[in-house]
């Protein structure tokens, strides 16, 4: 079983920051991609950012230059600096993962692998004076 826990979101007042990160844990072989997606009241989930496992950054317009995504390849975690907080940011974040997971390994070593997007539960994050 995959899962993916975030932790860092809250209430922030305008022109604040927060950072949210998140860790993949379970039965993984490797991650693809790893980042950020939103949804506001009322709204339709967003990409906000994602890093690939080269490091190449996709993100949105409305927060380039103000939030930054990293990972650690080596811990399976991607966090989401967030600076400069505006009351239109206030959503629910949902961490997102595409990787691959080991299904089944026979005797020969050879492994059966399956690719698939895993979401967190998502934080929520407010940002109001």
């Known amino acids: 079983q995959v899962q993916l826990v975030e932790s860092g979101g809250g209430l922030v007042q305008p022109g604040g920051s927060l950072r949210l990160s998140c860790a993949a844990s379970?039965?993984?072989?490797?991650?693809?991609?790893m980042g950020w997606y939103r949804q506001g009241p009322g709204k339709e989930r967003e990409l906000v950012a994602a890093?690939?496992?080269?490091?190449?950054?996709n993100s949105a317009d409305s927060v380039k230059g103000r939030f930054t995504i990293s990972r650690d390849n080596a811990k399976n975690t991607v966090s989401l600096q967030m600076n400069k907080l505006k009351p239109e940011d206030t959503a629910v974040y949902y961490c997102?993962?595409?990787?691959?997971?080991?299904?089944?390994?026979?005797?020969?070593?050879?492994?059966?692998?399956?690719?698939?997007?895993?979401w967190g539960q998502g934080t929520q994050v407010t940002v109001s004076s």
């Open positions: 997102n993962a595409d990787l691959t997971v080991p299904l089944q390994t026979y005797d020969s070593g050879y492994t059966v692998k399956a690719v698939g997007v895993y």
């Open positions: 379970g039965s993984i072989f490797s991650i693809n991609s």
């Open positions: 890093i690939s496992s080269a490091g190449h950054i």
